[in-house]
């Protein structure tokens, strides 16, 4: 007897998703940047629909108690959308990442070699809350000619579901199949998107520990994410002070419930008992909950007593733990051994100090004098950010386009075969590098 396996509405998902995205990696600049401009129109024309939508979601998350992080990550009002589609149309600007030849080598006469981008393939993007990261990736995906399955959390379902429903209308005008788009709804497909290794080249998580974790645990795909984004600013002696606060200020409070904004505040006991007051004042006036360490407790004894936890704590949330040290050597044995290697940054006017720093921590950003905030795909001019990577092989930091492409191999020779360049009498190969 013959058993015949039938796919899983998933499984044929993925299958379509890959079909379509074997024939966008094959289309040509102008047919991909007409594609994403289609996209920013459909996406101008549905912003009461997605805007609508996303109310909803915002009224059922705060209906079921959702934290306060989440929920300010749910949140996606008509400025931010408006900005979410300039970054569609700036992404159509950036220069294609595909087709470049990385290497163009002769190997003999009639014999030469190239190394040329091209697509991964099929993208599966899980992620939480944050429905405009969906507008982002799309964008990106399809200028790097990649396919995309996209699981949304439960809580940005409605959003999403109008965000991909006008992508998939727009780009049913252009030359590329709107299967390249694919969006997931229930939780229980995300288990069966990570078996499917045969179809999908990259996983990409975006959201809480618990998620990362999870992901990269449960599946055989490659996975490039960072599971915690624990960020600090270290305020050396030699720093300005009127600089410092301000930095401090809106490293934590410009958007807390993001990874690249600090959760710790490292002090040199030089500067700590006139700098400290002045950036508690600031932050306490911004509604930030200070903790400190008993060298700060004695300048501000107001505060709560940080503990071993606060160390190690991704609050998202208007929280900082503060920690007076002795010197620039004891901030970063702090930071490395409690950063995530996501981003951290120094304030000094001493540039000996800052290139100490920026050379011995360990992280996919190190700042001087700025601040952590700017670590983000659209302020470093990639148009948007898939994700912010932290692990040591690149693609690291915030990934854009070159994060979604690799490279093959091209030869091409006219009847050479390997025999002639062994043995006795073995031809030299002549490696001559082509213009």
């Known amino acids: 007897m013959t058993i015949v396996q039938v796919a899983s509405p998933l499984r044929t998902i993925a299958q379509k998703t890959r079909l379509a995205a074997s024939k966008l990696g094959l289309l040509s600049t102008e047919g991909r940047n007409q594609a994403i401009d289609a996209i920013a129109q459909a996406l101008e024309s549905a912003r009461a629909e997605i805007l609508q939508a996303n109310e909803a979601d915002c009224q059922a998350a705060a209906a079921s108690g959702i934290a306060k992080p989440l929920y300010k990550r749910l949140q996606l ?18 220069a294609d990442p595909v087709g470049k030849v990385q290497i163009h080598r002769e190997l003999d006469t009639g014999l030469t070699l190239k190394r040329i981008t091209c697509p991964l393939g099929v993208l599966g993007i899980i992620f939480e809350a944050r429905p405009e990261a969906a507008i982002q990736i799309v964008s990106l995906a399809i200028k ?27 780009l049913s005008h252009t030359a590329v199949n709107p299967d ?13 998107l990570l078996q499917l290794d045969k179809y999908v080249d990259l996983i990409i998580p975006r959201g809480s520990n618990s998620l990362v974790r999870f992901v990269q645990e449960n599946t055989r795909i490659p996975v490039l994410g960072h599971a915690d984004g624990i960020c ?54 911004n509604h930030v ?26 609050y998202s949330d208007l929280i900082l733990a503060i ?33 100490t720093f920026l050379g011995l921590v360990n992280a996919a950003g190190v700042y001087h004098n700025c601040s952590t905030r700017f670590a983000d795909g659209f302020r470093y001019g990639f148009g948007a950010e898939v994700g912010i990577s932290t692990q040591q092989m690149p693609p690291r ?38 213009v």
């Open 232 to 285: 600090h600013l270290y305020v050396d002696k030699a720093a300005d002070i009127a600089k410092a606060v301000s930095i401090t200020v809106d490293a934590k409070t410009q958007y807390p419930a993001v990874c690249n904004a600090i959760e710790t505040l490292l002090v040199h006991s030089n500067i700590a008992e006139k700098f400290l007051p002045k950036v508690a004042e600031a932050l306490q006036e």
């Open 180 to 192: 390249a788009v694919q969006l997931l709804t229930t939780r229980e497909e995300i288990q069966e």
């Open 144 to 170: 790097s000619g990649n396919g995309v399955i996209l699981k949304g959390g439960k809580e940005a379902v409605r959003s999403c579901e109008a965000i991909v429903k006008a992508i998939k209308q727009g």
């Open 397 to 434: 930091g915030p990934v854009g386009l070159e994060g979604l492409v690799t490279y093959k191999y091209q030869m091409i020779g006219d009847g050479h075969i390997v025999a002639t360049y062994t043995g006795a009498n073995a031809k030299s190969l002549t490696h001559q590098d082509l």
């Open 77 to 94: 009002d008509e400025h931010e959308l408006r900005d979410a589609i300039a970054g569609v149309r700036d992404v159509g600007k950036l």
């Open 289 to 314: 909950e200070l903790r400190g360490d008993h060298r700060t407790l004695a300048i501000l004894p107001e505060l709560a007593s940080a503990t071993e936890t606060d160390w190690q704590t991704e």
């Open 323 to 355: 920690k007076v040290v002795d010197s620039l050597e004891d901030a970063i044995a702090h930071i490395n051994e409690y950063g995530s290697r996501h981003t951290e940054a120094i304030v000094t006017e001493d540039v000996a100090t800052a290139e």
